[in-house]
Every structure is written in structure tokens, then in C-alpha cells.
């Protein structure tokens, strides 16, 4: 058979009307066995084809002898047979006119097996057939409520989509979500992804009403840059993405040159690019978990105003520095709260941001302080602590916040914690039942919080969001200096090509030359004006200052002659081999702040910019920010705010105010670098000069080198 | 009073120790000038010779460290100077120094021949000054004799009288007293010190190897100045390490990997002077704690461990000034052996 068109909607395989399980097994604890009970006990309304050699009746279904007996138009088949069996049924599924297959079984690419993983996916679209798997647990549909794995067989209902790299986790996890009331839209396994991806699934939960979170464990991203691009123009606005991706400690394989490239760990990337799409990314399970139960219980808060409502001193001094650890701004005003929370507070309270009722006070108290901060529109989020004391029935407080919730209709953000024992964590469980963002933790609270107010921002920001228009930037020009490197097979441009790229792309750099001789470097200085700074200029040595290979501040002749000679003794003594092109001459730029700017590539996100606090320290501190490239000039002057050395730019501490447009003017011109033009595989501007507002921002130094592949090819 | 020029048949042949040897003779007496300078040390934006360092520290002279040297390099010298301009170079020095000294003690370039494209060979010099030519052999001992024929032959063609031969480092002083003095001085070069091999000599600092690597600083400060005698690399396990006779040797250094932290460990004893990380990798701060408390300097160099221990091996291991016991040496087992009197 030909090869068919594939399905693209997958619409069949998460609301099948029938489904066929390859593999049903009378066998108690078999996951053919497990499966078809968990079919057949999970209430799907649908037709059930169990299919068995032996024949007979499972779980009160008839039992096919083969494939070949089933009627056409069946939605969905589930395979769990032996894998050297696999791809002989998914034809025979084929034929039957099924378009989605789960393949449970493992034994394929996971073991190296990848052959007949090939041979499978050939199979299925000889047949215009998707397959989901090989290798993976099965799905769990709230829609139909179909439950078509081997995991628990009870699911609670709600609006998370759970989507796992790891089969046992997610199995794992189903079990998990159920015992913290957390409910499930649908849980799929992506296995071993040989057909049905991330992306497809984003597409389809993009569309799913029942779904309000996607929730994604995450081990490895084929195309990160199309997964993020793909999660940033078709996530709707109500929906949000939250990714648990594991593989914190792993670093980029390839080996590096640049300091750019030795900065952009793999783990660092995927943290940028997700944020960069508006995907929330959890550092561990349960902080998806409680992410997870915000988004799915809670609105997004209308504005920044934050008040915290509590009955213990305490607590509520950990939620001030939670809050501000997770980003969430308390409201501050004080003649405000004075106002709203006065005739709710004891005397002997406080009406300061937290509203601290104290321990004395009863559970009347606490629920009109709460309800104050529910009536009033200028508070945007509440976050009510409650913490156990002899004074108060935690049950009584717990059914008073269900009722206020009742009342606004769920339509005020507010997450809770209860403080205390059995009975307060019974107070938890019950209204997290009744769909109401309870913790244990006052911490869990404020960071679920945090994360309603990073998805808010995110939201701000991509309304804002214009059409990224391009720089002028002479790719030919750029071309053609490349491939005179690339001609003589160098993998590093010299610093005259590398300046020429930055003149083609429009960044301002000190003025300079190389030079050969001694006389033509006192020449130069003269022409450039003193004072002037000498580097060695070599392929072979990239940190100069590393290698004795750089003089700065050279005021007058005789300092020029002998910063000549010990670059020259320095550098030789260092590296005997290296190929010493000349000396540069160049401006010396004395003031302004030291900045970094570079490019490179990432596997999965493809080119990528990167920003941060430059000079000699800048792998220590590691002060960067990095985006997939390309950038707006509105994003890079983000991406210049996102850096812990921010206030300097700014001006702290009396300092002047720097150029910032400068320096996102850059950003931008290098995003826009690294993304046209192939053959770049990074580039460092370190340190880039920030002078103050108004006079610009130069590059005192750059270093461009080119892929391994296109020298190799 | 003439000056004098020193001279050598070969790199590392020992100039700067017999010039040394010789000016102790009568600290009073000379001023110091290596008009092409070879062992460049970059500070505050100047450059200067550590062996003028060390002659300015020892003879307490006056003049700023850059007047000892005109140059360092052949393009220095060629954008600077001609034939012409260079000697007036070298006489308005000269005649600098002699206004307060009564000879100037002239070191050339590392071995006879260098300096000759730019003037600033031994034969250039003493046509410009006032001086006699020392020359200081060194190697075995047919060697030795088959350089000084050659100089001799090169000096006679030019008409030039070689004052004295200084016969450095040699093995046996008593092999050459019977096998080679007469046979040098038959060149009519009078053989004016035998000196043997002093070991001392070749010791260096840590300090001293740190800073020509380039190296950095991890810990273990206080032991800069710890003496470097043997050189010893950690390519096996730590275990195999401990247990190589190589390794028992005193005042040794250890070459091995940054991320080599059980070498590095079993390296902290009392007999190490001083560790080189290479590649560029730091060990865990438990270890630079311990070496800190030892007093064991580690220093991390972006070399891997071949070619960091390539160039300590090939390192030329000057006498500087902060090398008080080979000063120490020099004058007491040096300076009484050079047999040299002054018009």
C-alpha cells in the first residue's frame, strides 16, 4: 500500500467511540489484563473490542479471536503484545480502517532497538496511521471517560492535562493527583515518541476545552524552538503550560570557545526559551502540583495588589519574604488598609499588609477580614494563612472561605494555607475537593501565587508583543567574510574579519586596527589617539589577558614599543605553536559600565542571544539572561532588566544612568545575526561598554568563531 | 678601566652567574648594561630584564630598570635604531654609567652570535666601547673546546683579543685542568675560571615557575617560596603515585590534573613544594582548604599536563633577586674561582 495521508487530528485518540485492545488478557496482573479492567471499570460509554487467540468473554466483553475479526471503523487500537509481534498487527489494524494506535509495548528505540521502531512508524503510515508510543502507559480521557492504561484504575476529574516523558512517573503520578484532589483532564505518555509528540499533543490541548493546564515532565526536546513557538501562538490565553524538565545537571556536549557557550548550559537554555514562551517551569513535582491546582481552581489576579489575611504573626512574616522571593508584590498602602481592614481587626491586630488578626481572635473575625478583602476591587489577589489555636474550630474557617468562595463565583484569586495538625490538614483536602487552592505550606501558597503572576505578566507582555521588524544588517557582506575563514579552513575569525562582521551588522566597536610592526603600531596609536590598548591577534589564542596577551592604557610611545615586545615574548612563551596574525591597536575606552553580549546555538532552540554583566568574572558570576534569537528591541531591553546586576545600569548608588537602548539595540542587531546567518556558531562582545544615557555602548572586544560542520564540509 | 663583555658559546651557559661572580668581585666598581634583553618580565606598562633587576638590586645602582636594556626584540630595535643611531645608543649609555661607576659589566644575547643583524653582537659592542671580551663555555668537554676553536677563529678574523674564558658548570674540574686548559689557552684565550656544577643553582621558586606559566593562584599562598628540585608528573593513580621512587624525592613539584583530586590529596605532604592543576580545573574546596593549611601552593595553568611539564623542564632557571641562597652561592663558591685582574 501507498503511503497514506496522516491524521492529523487526534481527536479519535483521546474521544474514541470504540476501541480495539491487541493483547486482552484473562491473566490477573498481565497489563493486558489490567488495562481491558480499567477500560471496561472507568465508565467508557463506547464499544470495547478485546482481542485474544483464545476467544472467550473479559470483564463481560466478547472476545475476538484476531484482528481480522473486527468490524471496520473501529476509533482506536491498543496494542500490548510481544514487540516482535507489534508491527504485524498495526498493519492488521490498518487494514481495519484505524487511524490511532497506542502502542503500549516496549523493546524498541529505548533498548537501541530503533530498526523495527522505523519499521513500525513505516507500517502505520503506510496505513495513514498515528501511532502513540511505542513504549508508554497508555491515556486517560476525562472527556470520555476512558481510561485506557495500566496504572490506578481511579482518576479524579478536572482541568489538568498530564503529559509524561516517564512511564512509570506518570503512572505514578496518577495516583498522586488523585490523593491531593487534583483533577485530571487526561494523562498521556509520549514514550518513546516515535510518531505522536509534544507538539502534536500541544495542538490538541490547545484545542481541548476540558483542559485549563498542560502539565509536562519533560526529560529531552526534540525541536525546542518549533515546540516553543508552536506553545506561543496556539495557547490561548486561559490555558497555561506548566514543564517539570528534568536533567538539571546536564551540560551542552559540544565543546566551547566562547564565553557565551560555556555559559549556555542545556539546562539554562531550556529555562530562557520556556520563559520566553510563556511556559512555567516547575523545579519539582509538587510545585507543579500546587502550580498546577492555582491555575485550574484560581483566576488570574486583575492587578498587583497582594494582601495577606492571617490569624498568626509568624506565618505571616514568612509570607512577606515568600512573597518576595516568588516575585508577589504586597500591597502597601497603608492609609488603604487602615480604611478596608479597621473595623474587622481586634485592637490588639494589626492593619499592615499582612492583616494580622492574631491568635485571639475568633474564626468571625478572620472570615470578615477575609471577606473585606474580597469585596474590595483594589486588592487583585488575597492569600489567606490560617494556623491551628484553641480559639477557632478549623472546620467552621474552612466551610467560611468555601462559602465566601461561593459567593464571588470563584472570580477572586485567593490561595490558602492551614497551619497545624490532622484537623488542618483535613481543612486542606476538603476544600481542595471543593476546588479551592489550599496548602500546607506557607511557601507552596506564595509560589503558587507567584506563578498566577508570572502567567499574568507573560500575558501583559505578549499583548504588547509587535511584529520583530529586521535590522539593516549586510548578511552578504558578513557572508563573504566568512568564507575567506572557512576557505583557510579556521574556526575562529580574526579580530579584523570579526570587526568587519560587526561593522556589516551595524554594532559599534572601539576603533582599531591590526598591525605587523612595531613602527606601524605607534603609527597607529598616534592616529587612533593615546591612550590605546594592545592585544595579540591569534586563532590560536582566544583570552588574551589569560595569556599575557593584552596591554591596556598605553599613554605615549615608549609604552606602546615595550606593550609590542612582551605581548609578543608573553604570547610566544605561552602558546610556541600559535599562529601570531599581529598586534591590535585600539581605542582605549576608559568609563562605563562592562557588559556582555553574545550569540550561539543551542541543539534543540537553535541560535540563541545572551546578555549579562561582562568582564573577566563573567563565567564566575554567571549574571546572564539568554533568549531564542531572534529578539525585539522591547524583549532584549527585558532581557536587560532580568540580570541581578540591573540597579548598576540604572544607576545605583549614585552612578549615572547608562545607555540601555544602546545596549538592546545590540542585543537585537546580534539576535538577528546569529539567526540569518548559518555559519556563525557563536560570538562573544565582552566586554561591551555601557556609557551613560544618551552616549552609546561600544565593544571593546569580539570574538566570532564558525560550525564545525561547515569547516568539516 | 675597561668594560667588560660577557659573552657564551651557547644558550644558558651561565653570563649572568660569572657577571654576577665577577661584579662581587667589587660591588663599587661596576655599573650594568644588556644592551638586547632576553628574559622579559611586563609591569606596570614597562618592560624590563629580570637579570637587570637583579644586577640593579645587587649593585644597588641608580638608574630606573628600563636603562639597562635598549630592546627586546629585533623589530624594536630595527624601528628604533640604525647602524649609526644604535652605537650612539650604546656610548651615550655607557657613558651615562661610567659617570658614577668605574666599568660597565656588558651581557649579550643568549649565545654568541645573536644580536649580530641588529648590532648588538659581542664584536659590535666592543667596536663601539671601551671594553674586553669574557667568554663562558659550558658542556662536555670536547664540545667546549670545539666552540672556543670556532670563536677563536671568528675572533682573530676580526682582530678582537679575548681577554678570558670562563669554563662553566663543568663536570670534573680536574678532567679539564688536564685535558682542556692547555689546548684553550694554546688559542691564546687565557682560561680564567674552571667552575664545576652547583647544583643549587638550578633551583627555582614556585613563585618563580608560576609566573612564567602564567599561572594562577589557588592556595596555599605562604609557600611561594617554597624551592622547586624535582619535577615529578601525576599521570598514574594516586596509589602508584605514592609508592614511585620518583615521588619520595625531596622539594619536588607535582604536575597533574585539576580534576585529579586523589593526586592532588596524596601530593600534600611535607616534601612537596607546590602543585600545577592543569587544564585549567579547580579541585574542590575541601582540597584547597588542606592545601591552604599546608602551605602547599596550587596553581592552575590552562596547559594540559605534557606540555605544562615540557616547559618546566625546559624552563630557564634564572637567578633572581629574591633567590637569596644562589647569591649566596655565587659569591662564596663562584667569585673566589674567577682569576681576573683589571688594567
Known sequence: MSMAEKEKDLIPLFEPDSVAIVGASSKKGKVGNILLSNIVNSGFDGDIYPINPKGGELYGEEVYESIEDLPQGIDLGIIVIPAKYVREAIGKLGEKGIKHTIVITSGFSEIGNTEEENLIVEEADNHGMRVLGPNVFGIYSSKVDLNATFGPSKVAKGEIALISQSGALGIAMIGKTAMQYLGLSAIVSVGNKSDIDDMDLIDYFSDDEKSKVIMIYMEGLRNGREFIEKVEKEIPPEKTVIVIKAGRSEKGATAVASHTGSLAGSDRVFSSAFKQAGILRADTLNEAFNWSRAFSNTPLPKNDKVVVVTNGGGIGVLSADAAEEYGVELLDDQTFLKETFEDTIPPFGSTKNPIDITGQAGQEEYEKALRKAFESDEIGAVVGLYCETGTTDDEEVAKAIKEIHDGYDDEKTAVYTFTGGEEAYDCVQWLRKNNISAYTETYEAMSSLGALYKRKRYLERKEEMEEIKEPDIDIEGIKEVLNRAIDEKRFNLLEDEAREILEFADIPMAEGRVVNTIGDAVEAAEEIGYPVVLKVVSEDILHKSDAGGLALNLENEEEVVDAYQAIYSNCKNKYPDAHIRGISVAEMLTGGEETIIGGTRDNSFGPMVMFGLGGVYVEILEDVVFRVAPVSKREARRMIGEINAFPVLVGARGQSRKDLDALADIIYRMSFLMNEVDEISEIDLNPIKAFDQGKGAKSVDVAVSIKRKVIEK | ?343
Open chain 2, 1 to 343: 678601566m675597561k668594560n667588560l663583555i660577557i659573552a657564551s658559546t651557547r644558550p644558558d651557559a651561565g653570563k649572568t652567574t660569572v657577571g654576577l661572580a665577577i661584579a662581587m668581585l667589587n660591588k663599587d666598581t661596576f655599573n650594568y648594561l644588556k644592551p638586547f634583553g632576553d628574559r622579559p618580565i611586563y609591569k606596570k606598562k614597562r618592560l624590563i630584564d629580570y637579570d637587570a633587576k637583579l644586577f640593579k638590586n645587587i649593585l644597588d645602582l641608580d638608574e630606573d630598570y628600563e636603562k639597562f636594556c635598549i630592546g627586546f626584540d629585533h623589530s624594536k630595535i630595527k624601528y628604533a635604531y640604525d647602524e649609526e643611531t644604535i652605537e650612539e645608543k650604546i656610548k651615550d649609555r655607557i657613558g651615562e654609567m661610567r659617570k658614577t661607576k668605574d666599568s660597565v659589566i656588558i651581557e649579550t644575547g643568549e649565545e654568541w652570535s645573536v644580536g649580530s643583524s641588529i648590532n648588538l653582537d659581542p664584536v659590535s659592542l666592543y667596536r663601539y666601547t671601551d671594553s674586553e671580551i669574557i667568554i663562558v663555555a659550558t658542556g662536555k668537554r670536547t664540545s667546549m673546546i670545539d666552540d672556543l676553536h670556532t670563536i677563536s677563529k671568528y675572533f682573530q678574523a676580526q682582530d678582537i683579543p679575548i681577554k678570558g674564558v670562563v669554563l662553566n658548570k663543568v663536570e670534573s674540574v680536574e678532567d679539564i685542568q688536564n685535558f682542556a686548559v692547555d689546548e684553550i689557552e694554546s688559542l691564546g684565550m687565557d682560561v680564567i675560571g674552571i667552575i664545576p656544577e652547583i647544583k643549587d643553582l638550578s633551583l627555582t621558586r614556585v613563585s618563580f615557575i608560576n609566573d612564567m606559566l602564567f599561572g594562577k593562584i589557588v592556595a596555599g599562598e605562604s609557600g611561594l617560596d617554597n624551592l622547586v628540585e624535582n619535577v615529578f608528573v601525576g599521570a598514574m593513580s594516586a596509589e602508584e603515585i605514592v609508592r614511585n621512587p620518583h615521588y619520595q624525592k625531596r622539594r619536588k613539584l607535582i604536575v597533574t590534573g585539576g580534576d585529579r583530586s586523589d593526586v592532588v590529596l596524596a601530593s600534600l605532604d611535607e616534601e612537596t613544594s607546590g602543585v600545577i592543576l592543569t587544564n585549567d580545573i579547580i579541585p574542590p574546596s575541601n582540597i584547597i582548604s588542606r592545601a591552604d593549611r599546608a602551605g602547599i601552593p596550587l596553581i592552575s595553568v590552562p596547559l594540559d599536563t605534557f606540555e605544562a611539564a615540557r616547559r618546566i623542564e625546559r624552563m630557564d632557571r634564572i637567578t633572581t633577586i629574591e633567590d637569596d641562597f644562589k647569591i649566596k652561592r655565587i659569591k662564596e663558591d663562584i667569585t673566589p674561582n674567577i682569576d681576573i685582574h683589571f688594567d
